[in-house]
C-alpha cells in the first residue's frame, strides 16, 4: 500500500524559510514523479513544483520561482520543497503527490498524479 507522509510544516514569519519532506512508501519510486501542491483557504488547490526521476524539476506559480526548491533522494523515496523568503500568501495545506508514470517532464496537473499525502500546514505570519 502506497503512503506518501509530509512534514516540515509550521508557523514561520514573514521573510523566513522552511523545508518540507515527502516521504514516499510501499511502492517503487524511483522512476515516478514527485509533486507539491498546495490549498489555500478559500481557494483552489495549486500546482507547486514538481519533480521527475530525472531530475527535471517545473515549477507553478511565478510567485514561488526564485524562492521555492524542489528536489529529491531517490535512495530515500524521499521528495523535499526548500521554501524561502516565504510571504503570507504562501499559507496553506501543502500536499505531496507521486505519479508512477515513467516521464521525463514531470506533469504540473493534480489529475495525472497516482497517490497523496494528508497535507501538511504552512502559515507565514506578516
Known amino acids: 500500500q502506497v503512503q506518501l507522509v509530509e512534514s516540515g510544516g509550521g508557523l514561520v514569519q514573514a521573510g523566513g524559510s522552511l523545508r518540507l519532506s515527502c516521504v514516499a512508501s510501499g511502492g517503487t519510486f524511483s522512476r515516478a514523479s514527485m509533486g507539491w501542491f498546495r490549498r489555500a483557504p478559500g481557494k483552489e488547490r495549486e500546482f507547486v513544483a514538481a519533480i521527475a526521476w530525472s531530475g527535471v524539476r517545473t515549477y507553478g506559480a511565478d510567485s514561488v520561482k526564485g524562492r521555492f526548491t524542489i528536489s529529491r533522494d531517490n535512495a530515500k523515496n524521499t521528495a523535499y520543497l526548500q521554501m524561502n523568503s516565504l510571504k503570507p500568501e504562501d499559507t496553506a495545506v501543502y500536499y505531496c503527490?507521486?505519479?508512477?508514470?515513467?516521464?521525463?517532464?514531470?506533469?504540473?496537473?493534480?489529475?495525472?498524479?497516482?497517490?497523496w499525502g494528508q497535507g501538511t500546514q504552512v502559515t507565514v505570519s506578516s
Open positions: 503527490a507521486v505519479d508512477v508514470r515513467y516521464t521525463v517532464v514531470p506533469p504540473t496537473a493534480a489529475s495525472e498524479y497516482d497517490y
